[in-house]
């Protein structure tokens, strides 16, 4: 089985859009389950000749519990899933209660995980990425998964820790 990376975190914080990044053009849909996983979709991807399924999560059911329980109830599944997990934050927002209550879930896990710093566009952003040193889960990677930048060393990492 190839191994699995999950990404969480937030609703906005651009999970969806550095999943398409990592996947590129295709969009082969392995597995889509009904329910509370509903909004784990799982991709195939592959990164430098190694294919891995790449796992993003969202649309969470908010109205019903509320966006902390929602957000944890999706990260533990995929977490409980993954090999690694790739946590992203909004580096422009900074770390809210609810990326504090994801990482207690991830340091319980004990997966291997990557602190990504998202929405760093250029330059200016880098200060705002290394305010998430805080969050203890060791370096940020600054990324903008709009445009790009710093997504090759973020995946190396990725793959690294698979
Ligand atoms: P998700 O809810 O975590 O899956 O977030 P999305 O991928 O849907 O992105 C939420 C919003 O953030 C969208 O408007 C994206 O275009 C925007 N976004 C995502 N990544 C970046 C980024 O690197 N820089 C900027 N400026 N906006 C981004
Ligand atoms: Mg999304």
Do not use: C
Request: without cysteine; hydrophobic residues 45%.
């Amino acid at each position: 089985p190839l191994p699995v990376l999950a990404v969480v975190g937030r609703p906005n914080v651009g999970k969806s859009t550095l999943v398409n990044r990592i996947i590129g053009r295709r969009e082969a849909v392995v597995e889509d389950k009904p329910g509370v996983t509903r909004d784990r979709v799982t991709y195939e991807a592959d990164w430098n000749g190694r294919r891995f399924k790449v796992v993003d999560t969202g649309g969470w059911e908010q109205d019903v519990l509320g966006i902390d329980a929602s957000v944890a109830m999706q990260a533990e599944f995929a977490i409980e899933a993954a090999d690694a997990v790739v946590f992203v934050v909004d580096a422009k927002v900074g770390a809210t209660d609810t990326d504090e209550a994801v990482v207690k879930l991830l340091r319980r896990s004990g997966k291997p995980v990557v602190l990504v710093a998202n929405k760093v566009d250029g330059p200016s952003g880098e200060a705002d990425a290394a305010m998430l040193w805080s969050l203890g889960l060791g370096e940020p990677h600054p990324i903008s998964a709009l445009h790009g930048r710093g997504t090759g060393d973020m995946l190396d990492a990725a793959l690294d820790a698979l």
